[in-house]
């Protein structure tokens, strides 16, 4: 079983910098599952943010974050970053990271254990 601990996140202005954090416990990211970043703003599905993989750290992104947001992991304390730049009002929502189990990167069904999420506000 995997937990997974997210930190970070909170209120800042448009064009801000934000990093999120995922601490996983249980079992050792790295080797053996992704992580991915999720978001929900109210009223909307959860959407895919990105992914970093567990056997080579490739990540993958959202078109809408690309170039912005970078996913990153720590092997030495089992943490996953998600570093936000140039924030824009619509990235306002609850961010979530979860351990991928199976399938492709984009969809929540292929998550079983997901982050107490974190809220992130951008104002204009």
């Known amino acids: 079983q995997v937990q997974l601990v997210q930190s970070g996140g909170g209120l800042v202005q448009a064009g801000d910098s934000l990093r999120l954090s995922c601490a996983a416990s249980?079992?050792?990211?790295?080797?053996?599952?992704?992580v991915g970043w999720f978001r929900q703003a109210p009223g909307k599905k959860r959407e895919f943010v990105g992914v970093?993989?567990?056997?080579?750290?490739?990540?993958y992104y959202a078109d809408f974050v690309k170039g912005r947001f970078t996913i990153s992991g720590e092997n030495a304390d089992n943490t996953v970053y998600l570093e936000m730049n140039r924030l824009k009002p619509e990235d306002t929502a609850v961010y979530y990271c979860?351990?991928?189990?199976?399938?492709?990167?984009?969809?929540?069904?292929?998550?079983?254990?997901w982050g107490q999420g974190t809220q992130v506000t951008v104002s204009s």
């Open positions: 970093i993989t567990g056997s080579d750290d490739t990540t």
């Open positions: 979860a351990a991928h189990r199976l399938g492709d990167y984009f969809a929540t069904g292929n998550y079983d254990y």
């Open positions: 249980g079992r050792t990211r790295k080797g053996n599952f992704a």
